[in-house]
Structure formats: structure tokens, C-alpha cells
């Protein structure tokens, strides 16, 4: 709201949030002093994302939901974008309710060796996959 970080115990205090409804809000200036070259808005929509992109020039910006489209693949898509630009997501923790069972792949280009997921799921839905692993001899 002043366009300076929170200092601790302000964000808890009922007094900031009226103040925040009523008063101006420094939007830009708080994105600024962030001091941050990744931002991640946990919203409903890209609103403040767009208004971000407008304070910061050399900064990355990744929104978890959008209007309109589904929630588990913007989020994932999210977390994807995130790894690229160097933020360590927990993809272990992630998968953990799907049990998935890690494979290793040939680390040789020409071993003639292929993997593919044997089971597909329906959209918006989750099965584990079944690794199969076939070997072609040339």
C-alpha cells in the first residue's frame, strides 16, 4: 500500500487493511521495491500481472490461474515456467499423490531402446502411468 516493504506484524494489523481499502494504493512502487526479477501473482486473473509488467522492464512475471481455462494445467504450466527461470519447485513433493515411479533412460542416443507411457488418462484426469520399455535390435 506505501510502495515500501511490510515491515513485520504490519500485514496482520486490521488498522493496514482499512487503510488499504480507503486510501491509494502504490502499486508500482511496491512492485519496485521488490527488488525481484521473478513475480508470481496467486490470483484469480492476470490483472496485477499486466499492471507489473508496466513497473519493472527486465522482470519475469508468471500468473497460476487465468480466466477461462483450466486450473490444474495453468498451474503446472506455471511451475514449468518458474524451473526455466532458476526458482527451485519441488516437483517430488508435486507428484507425491500419484506415486510415480521414476525410469532410467538411455543415456546412449543409438541403443535403439524406447520409452513411452502405456496408459493414457482422460483429460482433467489422473492415472498412474505404466512404464513400458521395449528394446529394438538393429
Given at each position: 500500500?506505501?510502495?515500501?516493504l511490510?515491515?513485520?506484524?504490519?500485514?496482520?494489523?486490521?488498522?493496514?487493511?482499512v487503510?488499504?481499502?480507503?486510501?491509494?494504493?502504490?502499486?508500482?512502487?511496491?512492485?519496485?521495491?521488490?527488488?525481484?526479477?521473478?513475480?508470481?501473482?496467486?490470483?484469480?486473473?492476470?490483472?496485477?500481472?499486466?499492471?507489473?509488467?508496466?513497473?519493472?522492464e527486465?522482470?519475469?512475471?508468471?500468473?497460476?490461474?487465468r480466466?477461462?481455462?483450466?486450473?490444474?494445467?495453468?498451474?503446472?504450466?506455471a511451475?514449468?515456467?518458474?524451473?526455466?527461470?532458476?526458482?527451485?519447485?519441488d516437483?517430488?513433493?508435486?507428484?507425491?499423490?500419484?506415486?510415480?515411479?521414476?525410469?532410467?533412460?538411455?543415456t546412449?542416443?543409438?541403443?535403439?531402446?524406447?520409452?513411452?507411457?502405456?496408459?493414457?488418462?482422460?483429460p482433467?484426469?489422473?492415472?498412474?502411468?505404466?512404464w513400458?520399455?521395449s528394446?529394438?535390435r538393429?
Amino acid at each position: 500500500m506505501t510502495g515500501r516493504l511490510a515491515e513485520p506484524g504490519l500485514l496482520t494489523d486490521p488498522a493496514y487493511w482499512v487503510r488499504h481499502v480507503r486510501e491509494a494504493v502504490r502499486f508500482a512502487d511496491g512492485v519496485t521495491a521488490c527488488q525481484a526479477n521473478v513475480f508470481v501473482e496467486v490470483g484469480p486473473d492476470t490483472t496485477l500481472t499486466a499492471l507489473a509488467q508496466q513497473s519493472v522492464e527486465d522482470g519475469s512475471f508468471v500468473a497460476t490461474a487465468r480466466k477461462d481455462r483450466d486450473e490444474a494445467r495453468t498451474l503446472v504450466r506455471a511451475l514449468g515456467q518458474l524451473q526455466v527461470r532458476g526458482i527451485a519447485v519441488d516437483w517430488d513433493a508435486f507428484f507425491a499423490p500419484a506415486r510415480p515411479v521414476r525410469v532410467d533412460l538411455p543415456t546412449y542416443a543409438f541403443q535403439r531402446e524406447r520409452f513411452w507411457v502405456a496408459a493414457r488418462s482422460r483429460p482433467g484426469t489422473w492415472t498412474r502411468p505404466v512404464w513400458r520399455r521395449s528394446i529394438t535390435r538393429c
